[in-house]
């Protein structure tokens, strides 16, 4: 199925699925070795550092000091790379509700880390969301 890139369908079709594991971030050298025992789910490497997204308890048995305690949503629709302004759509709704995210865009599949303890809410926030209604300004294109 080729990936959608029109916005109405996007938010039409989305289902939200939630991760049953916790995971966190962390971060080591650019220039270490990532750990044998740790299965990161996300690598980016940025100049100060790596970060890894892993569950927790593969982090503390680590040893890793680490950050954002949270619940990972995947949207279940596969938006192209270039849509535009479906994330925007999403992440404005859990802003407007105080849930911070951190959006990761993958080559199927959206994805949102949420905190632990607002994961329901962003979960029923995210069930049946809607399309956008037309911008009054659509006319004058």
Do not use: W, Y
Request: hydrophobic share 50%.
């Amino acid at each position: 199925m080729p990936a959608e890139r029109d916005l109405t369908a996007l938010l039409k079709n989305v289902k939200a699925e939630m991760q049953p594991s916790i995971f966190v971030f962390c971060t080591i050298a650019t220039d270490a070795r990532i750990p044998a025992a740790l299965k990161p789910l996300l690598t980016f490497r940025e100049q100060e550092g790596t970060t890894l997204v892993v569950p927790r308890e593969e982090a503390e048995a680590a040893g890793l000091n680490h950050a954002f305690a949270s619940r990972l949503i995947t949207l279940k629709v596969h938006s192209a790379l270039d849509a535009v302004g479906f994330l925007a759509a999403i992440t404005a709704r859990l802003a407007a509700a105080g849930i911070s995210v951190n959006a990761v865009s993958a080559f199927h599949h959206d994805h949102l880390f949420v905190p632990v303890d607002r994961a329901d809410e962003a979960m029923a926030l995210l069930v049946g969301i809607s399309p956008l209604p037309p911008s009054k300004n659509a006319s004058l294109a």
